[in-house]
């Protein structure tokens, strides 16, 4: 069956993921037998556009570089474009609110009671309300995908569910934040905090307000997650304790690599006998730990597992494409099951 896609939240990550439908559509269709239209696309700042037999992703693209949706525009917003388009998937790419999870969590609730999957990057209604989300997905017979909350399109959640089901995940621990990588190192190099932080900006990597970054709560946020999904633990967001980077100085990183050693924003989940704890806080780890080696918006993750030993996956933790990988990656695993 064709996936009829409504997009909603048409910023980074949507205009990422219309770019590689656009550019892979034959491949997709080759390769995977994958067929879709966009149906819908709700931005705030863009309008509605709405055509139930596919709009035309070129047009949406140049007119997001306008500001303005010229063609098929519909006076609805996103929550009647998630109710009334006839999409039988919505990927939901709005800013993320770690406080409230709003407008995603409704948005989600909104698909799934008009029995359409759920495809997001967003981290409020996954940090939030991970468990509420999945039972009313099921309830209405659809799915809630989640893969683009943790390491953007590097499969990490996918890795746990697939390839590393039958092992028991015993501890992770990872650098899950791009922006704070990317100072600590620019840091390393010489450059100070506020010039890091501003080039980090620039470049993408940091959420609407950086302070979620450089305090640790879009880290904090993901640990939920993966407490939550990975650990099967119920986790809500201040059960992570967490302290960011704002506390760590130049002279600080200089000190660190006289002594061979290197700071990082670690995030941390442990399982001591059936009780789990979970953790955000700047660590001295040595160069010679495999997470040193992740440097600028790099993110890495390890899993401690029963059966495998320690496994690492390296990656993007942000950025358009690599984040619009993940609502692709997860668009192929609806389709595929
Ligand atoms: N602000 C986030 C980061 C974006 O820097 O990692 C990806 O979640």
Wanted: net charge positive; charged share 25%; with cysteine.
């Amino acid at each position: 069956m064709k996936h009829r896609l409504a997009l909603v939240g048409f910023g980074t990550v949507g205009q990422g993921i219309a770019e590689i439908l656009e550019k892979k559509r034959g491949e997709l269709k080759s390769a995977y037998d994958y067929d879709f239209d966009i149906v819908a696309v709700s931005d705030l700042r863009f309008g509605t556009a709405y055509n139930p037999d596919g709009l035309n992703i070129p047009s949406l693209l140049g007119d997001a570089k306008k500001g303005k949706f010229t063609q098929n525009v519909k006076d609805w917003n996103a929550l009647q474009t998630i109710k009334e388009s006839n999409a039988t998937v919505v990927c939901e790419m709005s800013f993320t609110d770690l406080k409230t999870g709003e407008p995603a969590i409704s948005h989600c609730k909104a698909a799934f009671e008009t029995k359409k999957h759920i495809v997001t990057s967003n981290k409020g209604p996954a940090a939030l309300a991970y468990r509420d989300m999945k039972e009313l997905a099921k309830k209405h017979g659809v799915k809630f995908l989640i893969e683009g909350t943790v390491m953007s399109g590097t499969p990490v959640l996918n890795l746990a569910d697939g390839p590393l089901a039958g092992c028991t995940i015993k501890g992770i621990r990872g650098i899950l934040n791009g922006t704070t990588n990317y100072i600590l190192t620019q840091m390393e190099n010489g450059m100070d905090y506020s010039a890091a932080l501003k080039k980090a900006q620039e470049l993408g990597y940091a959420e609407a307000d950086p302070t979620g970054d450089v305090e640790g709560y879009d880290a904090r946020g993901k640990v939920t997650i993966l407490t939550n999904v990975v650990m099967g633990a119920k986790f809500a967001i201040n059960d992570v304790t967490c302290k960011g980077i704002t506390g760590i100085t130049s002279a600080d990183i200089e000190k660190a690599k006289k002594e061979n050693h290197r700071w990082k924003l670690i995030s941390s989940v442990k399982n001591e006998n059936g009780k789990i704890t979970a953790s955000v806080a700047p660590e001295k780890i040595p160069m010679t730990h495999p997470l040193a080696s992740a440097m600028g918006a790099t993110n890495a993750l390890t899993f401690s597992t029963d059966l495998m030993g320690d496994i690492t996956i390296v990656g993007a933790g942000a950025g358009r494409t690599e984040t619009g990988f993940s609502i692709l990656a997860d668009l192929l695993k609806i389709y595929r099951s």
